[in-house]
């Protein structure tokens, strides 16, 4: 039983891990200078990425839309590694409501660099913690199980012994 609700555990783990690096990887790639069309929806924590092997100096801007969008950098550096290549996310979208609008950054730097639009870090660990909490509490719920179906057999085999030795 323990052992069961621990590979489960550790399954659930990875499985949310996967998902949430997967929901958090750029999913529409651009190059430098290149204006693409990408659907917004505020409930998905837009955010922009940028994959470089050199330090950079960006500009992006945003348009279009049923509102006016707004780019705001990023707290601290979040990056995540998908696909062998690694994302440093670098600009949220506040976007107003949920449309089309054109994107486009540029740097001026001779470096290749693409860059990605995909979610928030920080709002995509959401399937981190369900992992976590599934690795740990799944196994416990398995070894609780075990011991007390242990305890529940002891304690028959015992009243059977005791019954066995009065009849005998």
């Not at 399937?127 to 305890?151: I, K, M, S, Y």
């Amino acid at each position: 039983m323990f052992l069961a609700c621990a590979v489960a555990g550790v399954a659930l783990f990875g499985g949310g891990l996967v998902s949430s690096v997967a929901d958090m990887a750029p999913t529409k790639t651009f190059e430098s200078g290149e204006s693409i069309t990408v659907t917004v929806d505020p409930a998905d924590k837009p955010a922009v990425y940028v994959a470089s092997a050199a330090r950079i100096s960006y500009d992006c801007a945003i348009s279009g839309g049923p509102g006016q969008a707004r780019l705001a950098k990023v707290p601290g550096n979040q990056s995540v590694t998908w696909n062998d290549t690694t994302w440093q996310e670098i600009l949220v979208i506040n976007a107003p409501a949920k449309g089309d609008y054109q994107l486009t950054c540029a740097n001026q730097e001779q470096a290749t660099v693409r860059y990605g639009v995909g979610r928030d870090v920080l709002s995509s660990l959401g399937g981190v913690t369900g992992g976590l909490a599934g690795l740990f509490l799944l196994p416990g719920a398995g070894l609780l199980a075990a011991v007390a179906g242990t305890v529940v057999v002891l304690v028959r085999r015992s009243g059977a012994r005791k019954r066995l030795a009065v009849s005998g």
